[in-house]
């Protein structure tokens, strides 16, 4: 009697190969739909925080002219006050009228929040705004105070560059220009992403 060992069968190398090579096809695709999915959603979340951080920006500068509008009729009516307050608007905020812009931001430390002085942008990363945590203030919010235990880097910076509206030769300025600009980088993308918006803070005195 002859003994035959069974016969077994398997996978060659190129099948195992052609095997693999599908699988990973099959695996990478919906892995890379979702990486980019990731992505698009992350970007969109930090396009609308630069969004309102510009549009607050533009708030503070024109909660600066409306508090000089208030301190006008207190002048008129009880003899205090500025005794012209849009000259007074850009004195205040002359570092804003210069070309590298300002920095505006909320006083926390005050009773009621008040606006801390403009902070001069001569380099961009000057005006990085910091995140002041919700432990001190009840509530997180965006601040070019310095990086401390409660206040962290954010990836932001915003500048606010004003630009003064002249009328006729000899007339009184008509208003000022103010633009917000917030720049921030996504992950590890080369390119910065930036949003900017611009307003118009009319001469509502009507004073040379």
């Given at each position: 009697m002859i003994y035959k060992p069974a016969t077994t069968t398997g996978f060659t190398l190129v099948e195992v190969l052609v095997a693999i090579t599908i699988l990973l096809l099959v695996i990478a695709g919906p892995m890379q739909i979702m990486t980019r999915a990731n992505n698009s959603t992350a970007y969109s979340s930090?396009?609308?925080?630069?969004?309102?951080?510009?549009?607050?920006?533009?708030?503070?500068?024109?909660?600066?002219?409306?508090?000089?509008?208030?301190?006008?009729?207190?002048?008129?009516?009880?003899?205090?006050?500025?005794?012209?307050?849009?000259?007074?608007?850009?004195?205040?905020?002359?570092?804003?009228?210069?070309?590298?812009?300002?920095?505006?931001?909320?006083?926390?430390?005050?009773?009621?929040?008040?606006?801390?002085?403009?902070l001069s942008c001569a380099t961009l990363d000057s005006c990085r705004l910091n995140v002041r945590e919700a432990g001190t203030t009840n509530r997180d919010r965006y601040t070019y105070a310095p990086v401390s235990l409660v206040i962290t880097p954010s990836k932001y910076t915003r500048t606010i560059r004003m630009q003064q509206v002249t009328g006729v030769a000899g007339g009184h300025d008509r208003g000022m220009m103010v633009t917000a600009t917030v720049t921030w980088r996504t992950g590890s993308l080369i390119a910065g992403q930036q949003v900017e918006l611009s307003t118009y803070l009319a001469n509502v005195y009507d004073k040379p």
């Open positions: 930090e396009q609308v925080i630069a969004f309102f951080l510009a549009q607050e920006g533009l708030e503070l500068a024109q909660k600066g002219r409306d508090d000089l509008m208030l301190a006008d009729f207190r002048r008129e009516f009880v003899g205090l006050g500025a005794p012209n307050p849009w000259a007074q608007f850009g004195t205040d905020f002359a570092t804003c009228l210069i070309a590298t812009g300002c920095g505006l931001a909320w006083n926390m430390d005050t009773t009621p929040d008040s606006i801390a002085a403009p």
